[in-house]
T-cell receptor
Framework: AQSVTQLDSHVSVSEGTPVLLRCNYSSSYSPSLFWYVQHPNKGLQLLLKYTSAATLVKGINGFEAEFKKSETSFHLTKPSAHMSDAAEYFC??????????FGAGTILRVKS | DGGITQSPKYLFRKEGQNVTLSCEQNLNHDAMYWYRQDPGQGLRLIYYSQIVNDFQKGDIAEGYSVSREKKESFPLTVTSAQKNPTAFYLC????????????FGEGSRLTVL
């Protein structure tokens, strides 16, 4: 069965510094992987997705993620944090059978 | 604008009462989903539907019921059998079951008094 582990429940960065949100996955098949963002009391929005094409995936708002099969990781990065990036981020895996499994989430705080 | 509309945004319920959460989409999507979100637990799937008049249980279906009489609508009823119903409920849709790309509503927060 597939699973997702988000390694940090909270991450705090200063505005203008890099963001790294870590995600490890476990899957029996070639997975599809996603990052979603949720602002307070809102629904989730897709940031980016990996579906076995390029291993470096670019998403919206300057975010990108790299699929590393050898490390079973799909970490989310952004070179320079903005105040508007403060939100909760979810790593999601989907494999054969198309069931989506959500990580527990990482809350990103951006300090001015 | 195309999207998913959930209502109400906030709902309070007394113990023992059933409540129904509305979810409507105008994206012409076939698949619709209901998730429950609790702090620190991510999202857990309650029910999903691939086509009209058909739906399947997710991981935590006990105490919930759904219907799918129209393509656009997928209401969720939280019954009195649900032991811990206080949560944030999210409805989502997708154009296909095999993309994993979901479009979410803004959620309904249910509080049991």
């Amino acid at each position: 069965a597939q699973s997702v582990t988000q390694l940090d429940s909270h991450v705090s960065v200063s505005e203008g510094t890099p963001v790294l949100l870590r995600c490890n996955y476990s899957s029996s098949y070639s997975p599809s992987l996603f990052w979603y963002v949720q602002h307070p009391n809102k629904g989730l929005q897709l940031l980016l997705k990996y579906t076995s094409a390029a291993t470096l995936v670019k998403g919206i708002n300057g975010f990108e993620a790299e699929f590393k099969k050898s490390e079973t990781s799909f970490h989310l990065t952004k070179p320079s944090a903005h105040m508007s990036d403060a939100a909760e981020y979810f790593c999601v895996v989907s494999d054969y059978g198309n069931k989506l499994v959500f990580g527990a989430g990482t809350i990103l705080r951006v300090k001015s | 604008d195309g999207g998913i509309t959930q209502s109400p945004k906030y709902l309070f319920r007394k113990e023992g009462q059933n409540v129904t959460l509305s979810c409507e989409q105008n994206l012409n999507h076939d698949a619709m989903y209901w998730y429950r979100q609790d702090p620190g637990q991510g999202l857990r799937l309650i029910y999903y539907s691939q086509i009209v008049n058909d739906f399947q249980k997710g991981d935590i279906a006990e105490g919930y019921s759904v219907s799918r009489e129209k393509k656009e609508s997928f209401p969720l009823t939280v019954t009195s059998a649900q032991k811990n119903p206080t949560a944030f409920y999210l409805c989502a849709s997708s154009g296909s079951l095999d993309t994993g790309e979901l479009f979410f509503g803004e959620g309904s927060r249910l509080t049991v008094l």
